[in-house]
T-cell receptor, first 114, second 115 residues
């Protein structure tokens, strides 16, 4: 089963614009991660935010986490055509202990037009 | 290249045939995961190993699927009597065992097409 739901399912923007993707989840989490996937390729980890953190930055990426609303957002600033990809949020359930596994959402397909 | 490698990258087979995928994780990672991804969907968890022990199997993993990690290094995922519904990308990932937390490192996947 899939835990997260990304919104929107697809997003098309112009190069230079910012892109915001949202993720909602259902259970209490240990951490939430964002991954990127180019078409037909594997997933690449972008950023991890722990349940006791509210915001995190990495380069042009900014992630927020609101555990009271069970939601997260990923902001990509100054987008480039090379950012075109699918973006997935993934959660780790807090009840798992050493049973560490990621549950993925359905993803947002981002298209950045040059 | 010290990343996760998967083989083959693409496999086309006829319904009813058996297929096997191999995953070589990052060498010092003792946790290894298999996920399945269909078009337009996110990866779905299938199973994972800690060293050679299979710790959890999803209900998605029917009795036609078997996964092994015999020496705690590489892993194989076998699908017997393939069905068209098995067509998907099979993704392998590994995780450092030092903290059992953090990011998963994914391979490029093995795409299966069942005709």
């Amino acid at each position: 089963s899939q835990q997260g739901e990304e919104d929107p399912q697809a997003l098309s923007i112009q190069e230079g614009e910012n892109a915001t993707m949202n993720c909602s989840y259902k259970t209490s989490i240990n951490n939430l991660q964002w991954y990127r996937q180019n078409s037909g390729r594997g997933l690449v980890h972008l950023i991890l935010i722990r349940s006791n953190e509210r915001e995190k930055h990495s380069g042009r990426l900014r992630v927020t986490l609101d555990t009271s609303k069970k939601s997260s957002s990923l902001l990509i600033t100054a987008s480039r055509a090379a950012d075109t990809a699918s973006y997935f949020c993934a959660t780790v359930d807090s009840s798992g202990g050493s049973n560490y596994k990621l549950t993925f959402g359905k993803g947002t397909l981002l298209t950045v037009n040059p | 290249d010290t990343g996760v490698s998967q083989d083959p990258r693409h496999k086309i087979t006829k319904r009813g045939q058996n297929v096997t995928f191999r995953c070589d994780p990052i060498s010092e990672h003792n946790r290894l995961y298999w996920y399945r991804q269909t078009l337009g969907q996110g990866p779905e968890f299938l199973t994972y190993f800690q060293n050679e022990a299979q710790l959890e199997k999803s209900r998605l993993l029917s009795d036609r699927f078997s996964a092994e990690r015999p020496k705690g290094s590489f892993s194989t995922l076998e699908i017997q009597r393939t069905e068209q519904g098995d067509s998907a990308m099979y993704l392998c990932a590994s995780l450092s065992g030092r903290t059992y937390t953090g990011e998963l490192f994914f391979g490029e996947g093995s795409r299966l097409t069942v005709l």
